[in-house]
């Protein structure tokens, strides 16, 4: 057993050292580094049984982390130290571990085959190196927007793995999201495809969980070819995942491209209700130098929407227009039956937009419904009006300018 160990005993003038060949393994002895101790690990660090209160620094830099005891999260919640991983590929796996800090450090990918947690008080620091969250969730505790170092290194997850983040200000939150292996990019070696959630307003507390996957949606349950009228075609490339796990706050979504690999697609997309493909939002777009994409050039768009509700598990991608002047999805039907499906008329993003009024008229020009500040919440149900097609005249402030849409809406009722 080869470790090498300098801990300052509880503060003490004392150093201990000691050097020991192969594997490093807690059976269930108190372990504890105190501030300013160092450990190093040349080979796996497996915790079968106990927590280590870690105050130091533990590197380890030539084998994995595996925690089988299933009664403990390996580092003390206390802890305030780091944990480094330097050695080449490394795996973390056997039951949740809860680091104080992270750091990613040496020549290979580090892969998750556990959860993997950063308390409430550490860093992860990303280094230069892929974190493979695989299926696997990571879940940054820390709410301080720092809590996270990208570096030049990123986050890469499957349809099950995901980032998350704690957050309880109205700062940006970055998600450093991106792929070993991207889909259908020409030239393209790394696939870096950052986000950012900011809420709006101090509102309390709050959770979001993000996942790139690099494939086309289709492949996972996602029908690129199943769309509004309204939307054009759905990307091929890539899709995200996102939720608003905790809290109630309205928040901002910013997503980033590179305009030379992904021309024209900047109208954002998100998977509905209706099993297709729907404007998620008016997608407001600017050019600028976002950083590096980690593939010889630049992020130069910045893609941000803003949600007024909270959505779970809901898949984004990209159309290839933008909303422009229509950021609206107007449903042609509604069914105002008591069965708690569709039994309002809805409009996609109104919400967004409250100066605005809407008139609906019946076959004859008589005007049977009007409201300003129309929104989903207070949507019309069609009260006694008998069933059939209705015109829809809305006018809404968009860009400071008011913009007029118009088209039919049929109510159905049971017999």
Same mark, same amino acid.
């Given at each position: ?33 105190? /501030?300013?101790? &160092? ?25 994995? @982390? ?40 040496? #020549?290979?990918?580090? #892969?998750?085959? #556990? ?20 299926? +696997? ?12 170092? /990208? ?21 940006? +939150?970055?998600? /450093? ?14 696939? +870096? ?35 509004? +009228? ?17 809290? *109630? ?16 697609? *900047?109208? &954002? ?12 939002? /008016? ?30 598990? *809901? ?31 809805? @409009? ?68």
């Amino acid at each position: 057993m080869r470790t090498c160990l300098i801990v300052k005993l509880l503060g003490a003038a004392c150093l201990f050292a000691c050097n020991s060949y192969a594997q490093l393994v807690n059976k269930g002895n108190a372990l504890m580094l105190s /501030p300013g101790s &160092l450990m190093y690990v040349d080979a796996d660090f497996i915790n079968q049984k106990g927590i280590v209160q870690n105050d130091g620094q533990i590197e380890v830099k030539g084998g994995n @982390i595996f925690n089988s005891d299933l009664q403990s999260d390996l580092f003390g919640s206390q802890s305030k130290g780091e944990v480094i991983l330097s050695g080449g590929a490394q795996i973390l796996s056997g039951s949740r571990i809860v680091f104080p800090s992270l750091t990613l450090k040496g #020549t290979g990918d580090k #892969t998750l085959e #556990t959860d993997i947690d950063i308390n409430e008080n550490g860093i992860l620091s990303l280094g230069d190196r892929q974190l493979k969250a695989e299926s +696997y969730s990571i879940h940054v505790l820390n709410p301080d927007p720092g809590a996270i170092i /990208p570096g030049t290194g990123f986050i890469s997850t499957n349809t099950k793995g995901t980032l998350v983040r704690n957050t309880n200000t109205d700062a940006s +939150y970055l998600f /450093p999201l991106g792929s070993s292996a991207p889909n259908g990019f020409t030239g393209v070696a790394t696939l +870096y495809r950052p986000l950012e959630f900011k809420p709006q307003g101090s509102l309390g507390n709050n959770s979001f969980s993000a996942s790139l996957i690099p494939s086309d949606p289709t492949l996972g349950g996602y029908d690129i070819t199943k769309k509004r +009228y309204d939307v054009k075609a759905v990307s091929d490339k890539y899709y995200y995942i996102l939720s608003q796990k905790g809290g *109630t706050s309205k928040f901002d979504v910013t997503f980033y491209q590179n305009s030379s690999h992904e021309t024209g697609s *900047t109208q &954002l997309v998100s998977w509905g209700n209706y099993l297709q493909w729907e404007k998620a939002a /008016p997608s407001t777009t600017t050019p600028g130098d976002y950083n590096d994409d980690l593939n010889g050039s630049k992020l130069n768009t910045s893609i941000k929407f803003s949600s007024n509700q909270v959505f779970h598990n *809901t898949p984004f991608t990209f159309s290839s227009e933008a909303g422009g002047v229509n950021p609206f999805t107007f449903f042609n039907a509604f069914s105002p039956d008591g069965d708690n499906r569709n039994d309002t008329w809805t @409009i996609n993003n109104i919400d967004l937009y409250p100066d605005n009024k809407l008139s609906i008229y019946n076959r004859w020009g008589d005007e049977v419904f009007s409201a300003k500040g129309y929104t989903n919440e207070k949507a019309w149900d069609g009260g006694n009006l008998q069933p059939g097609t209705y015109y829809y005249v809305l006018t809404a402030q968009i860009e400071n300018q008011p913009r007029v849409f118009k088209g039919f809406i049929t109510m159905i009722k049971k017999n």
